[in-house]
């Protein structure tokens, strides 16, 4: 799935296994909701709410480019295997939603490109794919504007640095990890595009 794609909505009852990329889930009946409830990552599930007997999603989109593979559930025995970990994997999920959408529009930059940056963990950099600023001020609850300036600032710092690819950046993981977000660091300042980077 390319991102920024939707799978069709007869194809969001279905089980699925996230193997790479990140994926944004919706439950919404009404259909007016855009931003997703949780991010599901590499190994998580996506579907399960089916197997007990709730709602499935409204709506799954790639954040990033990112790939499903279908999950079947022969028996009893997988299908409670299945939920057992679906239920491990929407506490987590409620936890990180949480991060990214309290504290400074820093604190949820900065966890949202720790969390991207999950594959390498533990690497002193991570190579990582930047959701669109649209989607991101989604995800955060923030405005594109106040992204843009956290993005300068960190760029200033050398916390965040372009490749050469579309959409893809270096991540300076663990200086990241240590930085503890400053007020201001939202305040005006040049605004970096997310796909245009400037180079070191």
């Known amino acids: 799935m390319r991102a920024g794609h939707e799978l069709d909505a007869a194809e969001t ?34 579907g399960a709410d089916a ?47 949480v991060r990214l959408r309290t504290g400074s529009v820093a604190d949820r930059v900065k966890q949202m490109l720790l969390l991207l940056g999950d594959d390498d963990a533990g690497a002193d950099e991570s190579d990582v794919e930047l959701p669109s600023l649209r989607r991101l001020a989604d995800i955060l609850d923030a405005s594109p504007e106040a992204i843009c300036r956290v993005i300068g600032r960190m760029r200033q710092l050398d916390l965040l640095g372009a490749r050469e690819q579309h959409r893809r950046a270096r991540v300076s993981t663990r200086a990241l990890t240590e930085l503890v977000p400053r007020p201001g660091m939202s305040s005006s300042l040049p605004c970096y595009r997310l796909d245009r980077l400037p180079a070191p």
């Open 51 to 97: 197997l007990a007997g709730l709602a499935t999603p409204s709506r799954v989109f790639a954040v990033t480019a990112a790939e499903l593979e279908a999950v079947v559930c022969p028996d009893a025995p997988s299908r409670h295997e299945v939920l057992s970990l679906a239920y491990a994997q929407s506490r987590r999920q409620g936890r990180e939603i």
């Open 13 to 46: 009852p279905r089980l699925w296994r996230v193997h790479h990329g990140v994926i944004g889930v919706v439950h919404d009946a009404a259909g007016i909701e855009e931003r997703p409830q949780f991010l599901a990552l590499p190994g998580d599930l996506i």
